[in-house]
């Protein structure tokens, strides 16, 4: 062999190596635990992430700028909504091709650039598999709505009207107005659970659940790490089209209010999420839910019977919490360790308030901030970070109807605004628009980024960022913390959160203060054989002595409990 043929051969056994290192891994480390529940995941909405050609419109090449940006702060997955061909209705949720790039994020080589730079940095990529529904204009549903006899017909859920311009049932869409759509070409409905241009897919057809699996395999073999499953609790609906029941009360889009009883959460999702999850662990793949649930049972179901669905069913119970309460996140946080799985854990994503709003009171937001930091990052669970909660970014909803881009922000003003305020421009830095785009960004920067971006936090030992960064390398090195148990303390207590981690004979005590007085808590270390908790994380002026924590309001302490 030549020279240069023997480069080639040994450059080709090497990106196998590299290529294949990641599906080969052991499926779990000694304490049976797989990657993903060590891994901190961290969730990327492109279009506001970084934008590498100015348009205005983050991108594929913007992300992969910002991924030393992303090792740093300690992240170990990144999760990207929606890049896929879509008209862009429900910004990129309304997906017209599952095995492409849109063209305003990039291409495939982009995305393989990507990949590539993020696995050098030991970072794994997660999609969005928006798998309930398909744009009106993927080729799929062109198909089917052209005749009553078309080859994909049955793809989507076609009904006949209850009488002449009725629809078939009383079934509301989440974003208001019928889930029917008439189209006069076959004179028939067709059901939609969101926006009319997001037909839903008809998941009792064994074709379409194959399709679906196929694109998960086409990805996985193009590197990606798993998926994020999203309105997977919209999957089917009651083949008899029973009317939902009707309850008091109007929607924001003046809808009379409904339980979506017979058109989510059915028990048919879990078979065609068990036939996934068996494509899923081909690729030592990962499945987190975007799964919106009543109550804890049917949260638990979405792990399968012998944990053989969703790896990561969200809890988004626990983002119901809208008060800072010890009580309250202690009763769901007891709930969701009482489930078969492993917790996940959310405080914010592209569609609910942020955080920071949601629990800051207008005068603390920012030790607010690290006081949430410090629960979901050292709850026995799997963190998924909103980007831009790290540097504590408010949520900024439009001011005006008129500048409103999410559409069901504009049927619902002014009670919904729409989730704009939620998706603003991540903040760099303090030049012009916060470094996110030289060019005008496709939603306002609010004046906060000023005080609240990257650079700037970056160089502040106190910020929101830098207690992230030092929460972050703790959680990925301390045992108790990876592995250890939860074990909530000091129960009766209003104001302050108290709960260990407990790994063989070793235990970090978590003390997070939830009011706004000063709290001194006597956790009777001595009593338990503990001489004292020496501090690991904490916030402001927090200590210990002896048995006692002092801590500031919102104060956070974070201890290793010594002997
Ligand atoms: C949930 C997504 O998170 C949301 O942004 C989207 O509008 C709906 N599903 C419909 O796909
Ligand atoms: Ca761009």
Redesign the pocket.
């Known amino acids: 062999m030549n020279r240069a043929l023997i480069g080639i051969a040994v450059l080709l056994f090497f990106s196998w190596v590299l290529l294949t290192a990641q599906t080969s891994k052991k499926a779990a480390d000694a304490n049976g635990h797989a990657w993903w529940q060590h891994a901190v995941f961290y969730e990327i909405y492109p279009r506001s992430f970084a934008d590498s050609n100015n348009d205005g419109i983050g991108d594929l090449k913007g992300i992969t700028s910002k991924l030393d940006y992303l090792k740093d702060l300690g992240v170990d997955a990144i999760w990207i ?1 929606p890049f896929f061909p879509s008209p862009q209705v ?2 990129g ?2 997906v017209s091709d599952y095995e492409a790039i849109d063209p305003m994020y990039g291409s495939l080589g982009d995305f393989d650039a990507l990949t590539v730079a993020a696995r050098q940095r030991g970072i794994r990529v997660i999609l969005d598999l ?1 798998v ?2 398909t744009s009106d204009q993927h080729k799929w549903f062109l198909d089917s709505k052209s005749s009553r006899t078309a080859q994909r017909r049955d793809w989507y859920i076609w009904r006949d009207g209850k009488a002449p311009g009725q629809p078939p049932n009383n079934w509301t869409a ?2 208001g107005g019928s889930a029917w759509k008439f189209d006069p070409t076959t004179k028939q409905y067709y059901y939609h659970y ?1 926006y009319p241009e ?1 037909p839903d897919l008809n998941w009792r057809n064994p074709a379409v659940k194959q399709a679906m699996f196929d694109v998960t395999r086409w990805w996985y073999k193009r590197g990606v790490s798993g998926f994020r499953l ?2 997977v609790n919209t999957l089917f609906e009651d083949p008899n089209l029973k009317d939902n029941p009707v309850r008091p009360g109007k929607s924001a889009y003046g809808d009379p209010l409904q339980e979506h009883k017979y058109n989510t959460n059915l028990p048919e999702i879990h078979e065609a999420l068990r036939q996934l999850r068996k494509v899923t662990d081909q690729y030592n793949g990962v499945l987190i839910g ?1 799964t919106w649930t009543a109550d804890i049972n049917e949260l638990n179901a979405y792990y399968g019977k012998g944990n053989n669905e969703l790896q990561l069913p969200m809890d988004f119970l626990f983002t119901n919490i809208n008060k800072l309460s010890a009580a309250e996140f202690r009763k769901q946080i007891a709930a969701i360790n009482s489930a078969s799985g492993w917790p996940t854990f959310v405080i914010s ?3 609910i308030v942020r955080s920071y709003d949601r629990y800051g009171d207008g005068r603390h937001n920012d030790e607010i901030a690290k006081l949430m930091a410090g629960l979901y990052l050292t709850l026995r669970g799997t963190p998924i970070l909103y980007y831009g909660e790290e540097i504590g970014m408010k949520t900024t909803p439009p001011a005006r109807k008129e500048d409103v881009q999410d559409p069901k922000g504009r049927t619902g003003w002014p009670q919904d605004k729409g ?1 704009d305020g939620e998706r603003t421009p991540m903040q760099w830095d303090q030049s012009e628009n916060a470094g996110f785009t030289r060019g005008k960004p496709w939603l306002p920067v609010p004046p906060t980024a000023k005080t609240h971006n990257v650079a700037v936090e970056t160089n502040d030992a106190q910020s929101i960022l830098s207690f992230y960064k030092k929460l972050l390398k703790l959680r990925h090195s301390n045992r108790e913390l990876l592995e250890g148990n939860y074990l909530p303390i000091n129960q009766n207590d209003q104001n302050v959160l108290s709960y260990l981690r407990v790994y063989q004979d070793q235990a970090v005590i978590v003390s997070l203060n939830m009011s706004g007085a000063p709290q001194k808590v006597n956790y009777e270390l001595k009593k338990n054989g503990f001489a004292s908790a020496k501090p690991l994380v904490t916030t402001g002026q927090s200590s210990s002595n002896g048995d006692f924590v002092t801590l500031d309001p919102y104060g956070v302490f974070i201890g290793q409990l010594v002997r």
Do not use: G, I, L, S
């Open positions: 909504t429900d910004f949720y309304d928006v309930n529904h989440n974003f969101f997001q999203d309105a975007e994503n592209h569609d989730r």
